[in-house]
């Protein structure tokens, strides 16, 4: 009797768990999940964000009509004004607003008419200091609500923070291999702030409830899922998809030098980042972290961030990595075409549930350990092919051709030597 091979479902656990510490494992496990997020969420030109960056060539452009840098706060003001009548559902100032300017009342004007212009505060600057004659930010986060804890940041003037509706912390986003975790919920000196992008989306719908429940923080009807830390896992769009434009198209419009239909085209419905990417004037890389943070706000608003791996779509994958294993040891004999064409078929399955998984709920999952657990278990059936052999056919033949005789030639005596 031929002994099934029952150990090849446990040798491919085996050789997968091994295989799973190794740094060409991690190494194909985030390149895996990086073209299944590829495939779940393509870059594509975001259509509810855009830039509008203050760079060397707008200032040297409009120096005679607007002075030079830095500009008086009312330039800010006319310019938050003209986005908002060219359609722009919200506008975000992400240029530091550290100390008091000319044209502070203008612009404090502007923050007080209109709940649709955000500021920044800056997060991990140089010039991050805590402000003595500043009125409170933000909120007391409950205890039980996940947050990142700074000991400060460079908020705007105080005369802007009383007139301001939404304000922002801009700080980097951490990354995690090809994805970045952005914080959204800070707390300074005890009270709580938003992060930038969800401070823009608060600015879209501003009586729209903050709460935290089971794990996911919840802005009217959008949930994010969140880690100890306040933090959203997600894949951030390539800055080239999120549309940028140099001030001076839009400076020279608002003051009225130019006529640019364009511009309603290009801003109508989205929500406008005013950057710089002048080092001297931000004191950092301003407008990669401004496209950045304008591609995260889309991420969010889409829903596009990664919840943890599910453990039941996990053990999911891993039943389906290791069914050939089960065929094997039921059929008994190793098969060298179904011992090949069953991995490929359980991998392919495995692949297309996490994919699917992935693109409609932004869950992860382990893909490859459980892809790992189907090469294994094909080079695990390799083995069996060699240790499991069938008898050979001559073995049967003498007893198969006794038990097929007629009785009656069984009981016939054999009479040696007569010849006829």
Known sequence: MTRRPWWVAPL???????????????????????????????DGVRDDVAVV????????????????????????????????ELGAKAVVIDLPLTTPRDGDGQLAGTLRHSRRVV?????????????????????????HWPRVESASVATPTPALLTAARAVGVAAPLAEAGHLHRLALLHEVQERGLPSLPLAALQALDPDA???????????????????????????????????????????????????????????AGRTVFVGSSVAAVAKRD?????????????????????????????????????????????RERP???LDTLQPLAAAGAVWMLSTLALAAWGVTSHVAAALAVAAAGWLAALCAARLVR????????????????????????????LQF
């Open 390 to 417: 069938p008898p050979p056919a001559d073995a049967l033949a003498p007893a198969t051709d006794q038990a097929s005789m007629p009785a009656a030639q069984k009981r016939r005596p054999a009479r040696a030597g």
């Open 53 to 84: 960056d203050l760079d060397d060539a707008s200032m040297r452009a409009l120096r005679a009509q607007l002075g030079p840098w830095p500009y008086r706060r009312d330039v800010l003001a006319m310019v938050a004004e003209f986005l908002l």
């Open 119 to 143: 500021l920044a505060a800056q997060a991990a600057g140089d010039d991050a200091i805590a402000r003595t004659d500043a009125p409170a930010l933000g909120r007391v986060l409950p205890a």
């Open 209 to 267: 409830p903050l709460r935290y429940a089971e794990g996911r923080l919840r802005l009217g009807e959008r949930s994010w899922p969140l880690d100890p830390q306040g933090r959203v896992l997600m894949k951030l769009p390539s800055r080239a998809t999120v549309p940028t434009t140099s001030f001076v198209r839009v400076g020279a419009a608002a003051l009225g030098i130019t006529e640019d239909g364009a511009l309603r085209r290009r801003f």
């Open 335 to 337: 098969d060298s075409a």
């Open 286 to 330: 301003a407008l990669a972290d401004t496209t950045t943070l304008a591609g995260a706000t889309s991420a969010l608003a889409a829903g596009q961030v990664l919840g943890a791996p599910s453990r039941w779509l996990d053990g999911a994958l891993i039943a389906i990595a290791l069914l050939p294993a089960v065929a094997l040891w039921r």
């Open 12 to 42: 491919a656990l085996a050789l997968a768990w091994l295989v799973s510490s190794t740094p060409a494992y991690q190494r194909a496990a985030q390149a895996l999940l990086d073209a299944q997020l590829n495939l779940a969420w393509p």
